[in-house]
């Protein structure tokens, strides 16, 4: 149960930093969700989505794919909204395989790169 809690969090503050403009926290917590949309059978396409649009503007064009792929699945194809339809059949047909690595920060106790 807090694992599934833990990603309706990170759904709902990816929302957020998508309406202030921050594209790359955005990216990583709808990536975390992503990972787990078996959990969200309701909401996959609109999740999945999201996902591809805000790796695709933050950088992680190798992630972007990835989902994109999912995306294009026979299942789940039909459901895609028209206006990004052209745009995720492009990621899927060339895609860029260039990822940002996470920035690694200090752990508080030992001082190192985590």
Not at 24 to 35: E, F, G
Request: with cysteine; charged share 25%.
């Amino acid at each position: 149960m807090t694992s599934a809690l833990a990603l309706l969090h990170s759904y709902t503050l990816a929302r957020l930093f998508v309406k202030k403009g921050d594209h790359l926290k955005a990216a990583r917590l709808l990536s975390r969700v992503a990972n787990n949309i078996s959990k969200f059978s309701a909401h996959t396409v609109p999740i999945l989505t999201s996902t591809v649009i805000e790796c695709q503007r933050s950088g992680l064009k190798n992630s972007a794919f990835n989902f994109a792929s999912l995306l294009m699945r026979p299942d789940t194809r039909a459901q895609i909204d028209a206006k990004y339809k052209k745009k995720i059949e492009a990621i899927v047909r060339k895609p860029q395989r260039t990822e940002e690595e996470e920035p690694k920060t200090k752990c508080p106790f030992c001082q190192n790169a985590m």
